[in-house]
């Protein structure tokens, strides 16, 4: 079936297309029109027009969250079809898949109940003044959208920028863009203006590129590889435009000697084996106290070794990675780890099978100078370390340019709130590796990026604050 781009409340086809492969045999599943300039063109000005008229600014706010209601209601109308749309060009579990379409549903209700709630203050000047601040957004936002959760990170970012009356511009990800016309589609049931959403699929250099450099972009939201981060910071810069930076991360997860292992592991589980590792946020490190350092390590190999592996759709534990380059990656960091030294508890390899699998990986006796330690991999493939005494585990934690998340495992809540203020990371999970969720501010510090998601701070990241100072005549 061939997808189209949505451009000032149309479908857009194109004279060339993409083909998505399946990642589970490596063969065609679809295609998708495929933005060139011109159709960035296109929707800059939809957009831009939509701004320059007020369509979503000349409206009682309450509307705009009436709209954002109505997306979330044709999101979930749509969810079997969007959910095994999103695993056969993604890989991961239907389950998994059901689950993302329902949070980008989530998101659309959680800030549309936040549309009317942008309050400005007053500020005190005396009496011959009024003086007051006023929260008016950006304009045209600009946002590149990853490919390990196209939809509910189209939606994360687009609910709140919709909300605050900026008008959107998404350019979806190559790999991984089918489910996302969901979201396009729900914009067209819910009667949305026309330009407020456009959705634009093409390559990164090309489309991306043009989009982010374009003079009729007032803000860029970015997730994705620090090198690409940095580029498009760089075009930035040059017209001084506001940037939201999600760059990935290399977190851990310290475990002291009074941690609960059944919960450790359903985190271990969840926190670095979901989507196959491909997730920012993962578990990608374990840093265990000597004491319990070589029963972690079991305990995760026998878990592992019961982990079933093949095709999302079948709802396996173990699914493939989004691509085949990818797989070659990880591949990579898995020879590199074993030629520094590190030791296999399990993994390390691909199945003989089509599709682009990686078994479930353990690396154990991992150590700050081998790349395992400090490189973020995105896959499913975890680097255990040990520990002697607080202090060094914190050092280890936070021995990388990485600063997104990190996690504590200890049942001594003064320990883990020194944790908390110890790690270097934008956000702390206790006892539960993705505790938090969509009313949770998300963002890193460090190489990780800047700017937050999520929640009610991530709304006063779409708007400007505007102050107005009135001398009163007397």
Same mark, same amino acid.
């Given at each position: 079936?061939?997808?189209?781009?949505?451009?000032?409340?149309?479908?857009?086809?194109?004279?060339?297309?993409?083909?998505?492969?399946?990642?589970?045999?490596?063969?065609?599943?679809?295609?998708?029109?495929?933005?060139?300039?011109?159709?960035?063109?296109?929707?800059?000005?939809?957009?831009?027009?939509?701004?320059?008229?007020?369509?979503?600014?000349?409206?009682?706010?309450?509307?705009?969250?009436?709209?954002?209601?109505?997306?979330?209601?044709?999101?979930?109308?749509?969810?079997?079809?969007?959910?095994?749309?999103?695993?056969?060009?993604?890989?991961?579990?239907?389950?998994?898949?059901?689950?993302?379409?329902?949070?980008?549903?989530?998101?659309?209700?959680?800030?549309?109940?936040?549309?009317?709630?942008?309050?400005?203050?007053?500020?005190?000047?005396?009496?011959?003044?009024?003086?007051?601040?006023?929260?008016?957004?950006? +304009?045209?936002?600009?946002? @590149?959208?990853?490919?390990? /959760?196209?939809? $509910?990170?189209?939606?994360? &970012? %687009?609910?709140?920028? =919709?909300?605050?009356?900026?008008?959107?511009?998404?350019?979806?990800?190559?790999?991984?863009?089918?489910?996302?016309?969901?979201?396009?589609?729900?914009?067209?049931?819910?009667?949305?203006?026309?330009?407020?959403?456009?959705?634009?699929?093409?390559?990164?250099?090309?489309?991306?590129?043009?989009?982010?450099?374009?003079?009729?972009?007032?803000?860029?939201?970015?997730?994705?590889?620090?090198?690409?981060?940095?580029?498009?910071?760089?075009?930035?810069?040059?017209?001084?435009?506001?940037?939201?930076?999600?760059?990935?991360?290399?977190?851990?997860?310290?475990?002291?000697?009074?941690?609960?292992?059944? +919960?450790?592991?359903?985190? @271990?589980?969840?926190?670095? /084996?979901?989507? $196959?590792?491909?997730?920012? &946020? %993962?578990?990608?490190? =374990?840093?265990?106290?000597?004491?319990?350092?070589?029963?972690?390590?079991?305990?995760?190999?026998?878990?592992?070794?019961?982990?079933?592996?093949?095709?999302?759709?079948?709802?396996?534990?173990?699914?493939?990675?989004?691509?085949?380059?990818?797989?070659?990656?990880?591949?990579?960091?898995?020879?590199?780890?074993?030629?520094?030294?590190?030791?296999?508890?399990?993994?390390?390899?691909?199945?003989?099978?089509?599709?682009?699998?990686?078994?479930?990986?353990?690396?154990?006796?991992?150590?700050?100078?081998?790349?395992?330690?400090?490189?973020?991999?995105?896959?499913?493939?975890?680097?255990?370390?040990?520990?002697?005494?607080?202090?060094?585990?914190?050092?280890?934690?936070?021995?990388?340019?990485?600063?997104?998340? %990190?996690?504590?495992?200890?049942?001594?809540?003064?320990?883990?709130?020194?944790?908390?203020?110890?790690?270097?990371?934008?956000?702390?999970?206790?006892?539960?590796?993705?505790?938090?969720?969509?009313?949770?501010?998300?963002?890193?510090?460090?190489?990780?990026?800047?700017?937050?998601?999520?929640?009610?701070?991530?709304?006063?990241?779409?708007?400007?604050?505007?102050?107005?100072?009135?001398?009163?005549?007397?």
């Amino acid at each position: 079936m061939n997808y189209l781009n949505f451009i000032n409340g149309r479908q857009v086809d194109s004279d060339t297309h993409i083909i998505i492969d399946d990642p589970a045999t490596g063969a065609p599943m679809g295609r998708v029109a495929e933005a060139h300039t011109t159709h960035v063109e296109d929707a800059v000005a939809a957009a831009r027009q939509c701004v320059d008229q007020g369509l979503l600014t000349r409206i009682k706010p309450a509307q705009r969250g009436r709209w954002l209601h109505d997306i979330a209601d044709a999101l979930r109308a749509r969810q079997d079809e969007g959910a095994r749309l999103l695993t056969l060009e993604n890989g991961k579990s239907l389950s998994d898949s059901v689950d993302e379409i329902n949070e980008a549903a989530d998101y659309f209700d959680y800030y549309a109940g936040m549309a009317d709630k942008l309050e400005g203050k007053s500020i005190p000047l005396g009496p011959d003044y009024l003086d007051f601040t006023l929260y008016e957004p950006h +304009g045209v936002s600009a946002q @590149i959208v990853p490919w390990n /959760f196209p939809v $509910s990170l189209t939606a994360r &970012s %687009a609910a709140p920028a =919709l909300a605050s009356g900026n008008a959107v511009i998404a350019k979806t990800p190559e790999l991984c863009p089918l489910a996302c016309t969901l979201i396009a589609d729900a914009c067209a049931d819910a009667d949305v203006p026309a330009g407020a959403f456009n959705l634009l699929c093409g390559y990164g250099h090309k489309a991306g590129a043009h989009l982010v450099g374009h003079a009729g972009v007032d803000q860029i939201v970015f997730t994705g590889s620090v090198k690409t981060g940095q580029a498009i910071m760089r075009s930035a810069a040059q017209r001084a435009v506001p940037c939201v930076m999600e760059l990935g991360g290399k977190s851990a997860a310290v475990v002291f000697d009074d941690a609960d292992i059944e +919960g450790l592991l359903d985190s @271990i589980r969840w926190g670095i /084996f979901f989507n $196959s590792g491909q997730v920012c &946020s %993962a578990m990608s490190r =374990l840093l265990v106290s000597r004491s319990r350092y070589e029963e972690v390590i079991a305990r995760v190999a026998a878990m592992v070794d019961t982990f079933t592996l093949g095709p999302g759709i079948d709802n396996h534990v173990v699914t493939p990675l989004a691509s085949q380059t990818q797989q070659q990656q990880v591949l990579a960091h898995c020879a590199k780890a074993v030629q520094d030294g590190a030791r296999v508890v399990c993994g390390g390899n691909a199945p003989e099978r089509e599709g682009f699998f990686v078994h479930p990986t353990v690396f154990a006796d991992v150590t700050p100078d081998m790349a395992i330690f400090s490189n973020e991999v995105f896959g499913p493939v975890i680097a255990v370390t040990p520990f002697d005494d607080e202090q060094e585990a914190y050092h280890l934690a936070n021995a990388t340019d990485y600063g997104l998340v %990190a996690g504590v495992f200890t049942q001594d809540l003064s320990r883990s709130l020194r944790a908390a203020q110890s790690l270097q990371a934008g956000q702390v999970f206790v006892n539960e590796w993705y505790a938090g969720g969509i009313a949770t501010p998300f963002g890193g510090v460090k190489m990780s990026g800047y700017g937050r998601e999520k929640g009610l701070e991530a709304l006063y990241t779409y708007v400007r604050t505007k102050n107005v100072a009135i001398r009163l005549n007397r």
